[in-house]
Protein backbone atom coordinates (compact mmCIF):
# COMPACT_ATOMS: atom_id res chain seq x y z
CA UNK A 1 0.00 0.00 0.00
CA UNK A 2 1.50 3.53 -0.83
CA UNK A 3 1.72 4.15 3.04
CA UNK A 4 3.88 1.47 2.89
CA UNK A 5 5.89 3.22 0.65
CA UNK A 6 5.77 6.26 2.67
CA UNK A 7 6.72 4.59 5.74
CA UNK A 8 9.66 2.94 4.01
CA UNK A 9 10.78 5.92 2.15
CA UNK A 10 11.25 7.75 5.34
CA UNK A 11 13.42 4.89 6.80
CA UNK A 12 15.87 5.13 4.22
CA UNK A 13 16.14 8.75 4.87
CA UNK A 14 16.15 8.69 8.68
CA UNK A 15 19.04 5.67 8.66
CA UNK A 16 20.55 7.68 5.99
CA UNK A 17 20.52 3.87 3.96
CA UNK A 18 21.50 5.38 0.81
CA UNK A 19 24.36 7.75 1.94
CA UNK A 20 24.85 10.62 4.03
CA UNK A 21 21.99 13.39 4.35
CA UNK A 22 23.72 16.63 4.51
CA UNK A 23 21.54 18.37 6.80
CA UNK A 24 20.41 16.32 9.80
CA UNK A 25 17.17 18.17 9.91
CA UNK A 26 16.12 16.34 7.58
CA UNK A 27 16.59 13.13 9.31
CA UNK A 28 14.15 14.34 12.22
CA UNK A 29 12.01 15.38 9.47
CA UNK A 30 11.87 11.56 8.07
CA UNK A 31 11.91 9.98 11.80
CA UNK A 32 8.60 11.94 12.24
CA UNK A 33 7.11 11.28 8.41
CA UNK A 34 8.32 7.33 9.77
CA UNK A 35 6.54 7.40 13.14
CA UNK A 36 3.23 8.93 12.19
CA UNK A 37 2.67 6.76 8.93
CA UNK A 38 3.47 3.90 11.54
CA UNK A 39 0.72 5.36 14.15
CA UNK A 40 -1.75 5.57 11.37
CA UNK A 41 -1.23 2.32 10.12
CA UNK A 42 -1.98 0.66 13.19
CA UNK A 43 -5.16 2.50 13.39
CA UNK A 44 -6.27 1.59 9.89
CA UNK A 45 -5.54 -1.85 11.51
CA UNK A 46 -7.95 -1.43 14.24
CA UNK A 47 -10.23 -0.31 11.89
CA UNK A 48 -10.19 -3.36 9.90
CA UNK A 49 -10.51 -5.18 13.20
CA UNK A 50 -13.13 -3.70 14.54
CA UNK A 51 -14.75 -4.59 10.74
CA UNK A 52 -13.91 -8.45 11.29
CA UNK A 53 -15.48 -8.56 14.79
CA UNK A 54 -18.35 -6.90 13.89
CA UNK A 55 -18.88 -8.80 11.00
CA UNK A 56 -17.79 -12.22 12.43
CA UNK A 57 -14.98 -12.69 10.16
CA UNK A 58 -12.20 -12.85 12.49
CA UNK A 59 -10.33 -16.33 12.45
CA UNK A 60 -8.44 -17.86 14.92
CA UNK A 61 -5.67 -20.35 15.12
CA UNK A 62 -5.00 -21.58 18.86
CA UNK A 63 -1.92 -22.72 19.60
CA UNK A 64 0.13 -23.44 23.10
CA UNK A 65 2.09 -20.75 24.86
CA UNK A 66 3.47 -19.34 28.04
CA UNK A 67 1.38 -16.40 28.52
CA UNK A 68 2.92 -14.91 30.98
CA UNK A 69 6.12 -14.05 28.58
CA UNK A 70 3.51 -12.73 26.87
CA UNK A 71 2.71 -10.11 29.42
CA UNK A 72 6.40 -9.45 30.00
CA UNK A 73 7.28 -8.86 26.50
CA UNK A 74 4.34 -6.62 26.05
CA UNK A 75 5.22 -4.42 29.37
CA UNK A 76 8.66 -4.47 28.15
CA UNK A 77 7.34 -2.68 24.83
CA UNK A 78 5.52 0.27 26.92
CA UNK A 79 7.80 0.87 29.90
CA UNK A 80 9.04 3.23 27.70
CA UNK A 81 5.93 5.29 27.51
CA UNK A 82 5.32 4.43 31.09
CA UNK A 83 8.73 6.82 32.00
CA UNK A 84 7.38 9.23 29.49
CA UNK A 85 4.05 9.84 31.40
CA UNK A 86 5.99 9.28 34.78
CA UNK A 87 3.89 6.66 36.00
CA UNK A 88 5.30 3.27 37.30
CA UNK A 89 4.85 -0.06 35.82
CA UNK A 90 4.45 -3.23 37.72
CA UNK A 91 4.37 -7.01 36.51
CA UNK A 92 4.18 -9.84 39.16
CA UNK A 93 4.49 -12.90 37.26
CA UNK A 94 4.28 -16.54 38.24
CA UNK A 95 8.05 -17.82 38.42
CA UNK A 96 6.91 -21.50 37.31
CA UNK A 97 5.04 -20.15 34.29
CA UNK A 98 1.73 -20.49 32.82
CA UNK A 99 1.20 -22.34 30.02
CA UNK A 100 -2.35 -21.39 27.85
CA UNK A 101 -4.32 -22.45 24.29
CA UNK A 102 -5.82 -19.61 22.70
CA UNK A 103 -4.85 -17.70 19.52
CA UNK A 104 -1.36 -15.75 20.47
CA UNK A 105 -1.19 -13.31 18.39
CA UNK A 106 -4.65 -11.78 19.17
CA UNK A 107 -3.81 -12.10 23.44
CA UNK A 108 -0.70 -10.34 22.54
CA UNK A 109 -3.15 -7.72 21.12
CA UNK A 110 -5.32 -7.54 23.92
CA UNK A 111 -2.56 -6.80 26.34
CA UNK A 112 -0.89 -4.22 24.12
CA UNK A 113 -4.06 -2.57 24.28
CA UNK A 114 -4.66 -2.64 27.71
CA UNK A 115 -1.50 -1.73 29.49
CA UNK A 116 -0.70 1.62 27.15
CA UNK A 117 -4.45 2.50 27.87
CA UNK A 118 -4.28 2.04 31.72
CA UNK A 119 -1.25 4.41 31.41
CA UNK A 120 -2.74 6.93 29.68
CA UNK A 121 -5.70 6.50 32.17
CA UNK A 122 -4.07 7.01 35.33
CA UNK A 123 -2.10 10.23 34.30
CA UNK A 124 1.36 11.33 35.55
CA UNK A 125 2.54 10.03 38.81
CA UNK A 126 0.45 6.91 39.04
CA UNK A 127 0.75 3.53 38.75
CA UNK A 128 -0.06 0.21 36.98
CA UNK A 129 0.76 -3.01 38.27
CA UNK A 130 -0.01 -6.12 35.90
CA UNK A 131 -0.64 -9.42 37.57
CA UNK A 132 -0.37 -12.85 36.08
CA UNK A 133 -2.12 -16.05 38.13
CA UNK A 134 -4.51 -18.79 38.31
CA UNK A 135 -8.26 -18.00 39.58
CA UNK A 136 -10.16 -19.63 42.53
CA UNK A 137 -11.84 -20.88 39.55
CA UNK A 138 -8.66 -22.42 37.85
CA UNK A 139 -8.84 -19.83 35.05
CA UNK A 140 -5.93 -17.85 33.61
CA UNK A 141 -6.34 -14.49 35.27
CA UNK A 142 -4.64 -11.40 34.44
CA UNK A 143 -5.39 -8.37 36.76
CA UNK A 144 -4.29 -4.58 36.23
CA UNK A 145 -4.68 -2.42 39.02
CA UNK A 146 -4.51 0.93 38.09
CA UNK A 147 -3.80 4.14 40.67
CA UNK A 148 -3.82 7.61 39.86
CA UNK A 149 -5.64 11.20 39.90
CA UNK A 150 -7.40 10.59 36.64
CA UNK A 151 -8.22 7.05 36.81
CA UNK A 152 -11.81 5.51 38.48
CA UNK A 153 -13.31 2.90 37.75
CA UNK A 154 -16.43 4.74 35.75
CA UNK A 155 -13.72 6.06 33.08
CA UNK A 156 -12.68 2.77 32.90
CA UNK A 157 -15.87 1.00 32.26
CA UNK A 158 -16.33 3.85 29.24
CA UNK A 159 -12.91 3.44 27.56
CA UNK A 160 -14.18 -0.16 27.42
CA UNK A 161 -17.68 0.43 26.24
CA UNK A 162 -18.87 0.57 22.65
CA UNK A 163 -17.81 2.57 20.18
CA UNK A 164 -20.81 4.45 19.97
CA UNK A 165 -20.26 5.58 23.43
CA UNK A 166 -16.70 6.70 23.34
CA UNK A 167 -15.92 10.29 23.32
CA UNK A 168 -14.49 12.15 20.39
CA UNK A 169 -12.07 14.86 19.86
CA UNK A 170 -10.35 16.00 22.36
CA UNK A 171 -12.18 14.06 25.43
CA UNK A 172 -10.84 11.06 23.51
CA UNK A 173 -7.43 12.44 23.67
CA UNK A 174 -7.47 12.88 27.35
CA UNK A 175 -8.68 9.34 28.22
CA UNK A 176 -5.87 8.27 25.96
CA UNK A 177 -8.55 5.28 24.29
CA UNK A 178 -9.30 4.72 20.52
CA UNK A 179 -10.86 1.35 18.63
CA UNK A 180 -7.93 -1.00 20.74
CA UNK A 181 -9.98 -1.33 24.15
CA UNK A 182 -13.25 -2.00 22.95
CA UNK A 183 -11.43 -4.57 20.30
CA UNK A 184 -9.28 -6.26 22.78
CA UNK A 185 -12.57 -6.76 24.94
CA UNK A 186 -14.81 -8.30 22.02
CA UNK A 187 -11.63 -10.95 21.08
CA UNK A 188 -11.49 -12.07 25.11
CA UNK A 189 -14.97 -12.70 24.41
CA UNK A 190 -14.67 -14.35 21.56
CA UNK A 191 -11.90 -16.46 23.39
CA UNK A 192 -15.23 -17.56 25.71
CA UNK A 193 -13.24 -15.21 28.56
CA UNK A 194 -14.23 -11.83 29.92
CA UNK A 195 -13.07 -8.51 30.70
CA UNK A 196 -14.18 -6.65 33.87
CA UNK A 197 -13.98 -3.53 35.13
CA UNK A 198 -14.17 -2.62 38.84
CA UNK A 199 -12.54 -0.32 42.00
CA UNK A 200 -13.15 0.95 45.83
CA UNK A 201 -13.44 4.52 44.75
CA UNK A 202 -12.04 7.30 42.85
CA UNK A 203 -8.19 7.28 41.86
CA UNK A 204 -8.46 3.48 41.98
CA UNK A 205 -9.62 0.79 39.30
CA UNK A 206 -9.11 -1.94 37.70
CA UNK A 207 -9.47 -4.70 35.17
CA UNK A 208 -9.89 -8.40 35.24
CA UNK A 209 -9.21 -10.65 32.47
CA UNK A 210 -10.16 -14.09 32.53
CA UNK A 211 -9.93 -17.01 30.18
CA UNK A 212 -11.74 -20.75 30.49
CA UNK A 213 -10.48 -23.24 32.68
CA UNK A 214 -9.98 -25.45 29.80
CA UNK A 215 -7.78 -23.04 28.19
CA UNK A 216 -5.25 -23.47 31.15
CA UNK A 217 -2.94 -26.17 30.31
Do not use: W
Not at 82 to 106: D, K, T
Not at 163 to 181: C, K, V
Amino acid sequence: MPLNAIIGFAQIISRELMGQVSDQRYRSYASDIESSGRHLLGVIDEVLDLVRVQTGDLEFTDSEFEFAQVIDKCCETVDSLAHARHVELIRELPAGGMMVRAEHGRMRQVTVALLPNCIALVGGGGRVHAQFSKSAQAQPMLLIRATGSTVSPERMTLALGPLDGLPTGHGAERLGIGYGLPIARRLVELHGGQLQVGGPKAEKAHIILTLPAERLL
